[in-house]
């Protein structure tokens, strides 16, 4: 039997490794804890640790939050508190992006998948769904049904 907790806690923690301890420096036991930190403002630093992990371009994470590349630059030079929503979209595409690391076996797999047009997804890419409200949530759920051998 596999113990939830324990695997909950081990990806929180893979998940603030990613992001940096010296900008999450609190304990995480559930996803409450990410909103709470978040609405206290998460440092900009943040998006240069997940940018580095996954090998993102400035392009990507500014699409993903929805901002020009040129407001993304200001903020991570300037060390910004980032405001509550963008810091929970940070932590929902970091947990999205190692969940589907983990789905396909590597981070390289993974990637190539989201460049490529999804029959569930209506056609589209899933990288095009991570900007649009519900739109992780739906390749999420498509990585799910992969993870499980569940095909459309």
């Not at 240069?48 to 993102?56: A, I, V, W």
């Not at 999804?118 to 949530?137: K, S, Y």
Request: proline share 2%.
């Amino acid at each position: 039997m596999i113990d939830k907790t324990a695997a909950t806690t081990r990806q929180y923690d893979q998940l603030i490794e990613v992001l940096g301890r010296d900008y999450v420096n609190e304990k995480v036991e559930s996803s409450y804890d990410f909103i709470h930190l978040a609405s206290k403002g998460l440092d900009a630093g943040i998006i240069k640790n997940l940018r580095k992990y996954f090998n993102l371009s400035r392009a990507m994470i500014a699409r993903i939050l929805d901002i020009s590349e040129p407001t993304l630059y200001r903020w991570i030079r300037s060390n910004k508190k980032l405001e509550r929503n963008y810091s929970i979209k940070i932590f929902e595409v970091t947990d999205l992006f190692l969940y589907g690391s983990e789905v396909f076996g590597s981070q390289d797999d993974f990637f190539k998948w989201m460049e490529l047009q999804n029959i569930v997804l209506g056609g589209m890419e899933p990288q095009e769904l991570l900007d649009i409200p519900g739109g992780m949530a739906k390749v999420r759920d498509e990585l799910g049904r992969i993870e499980h051998g569940v095909h459309a």
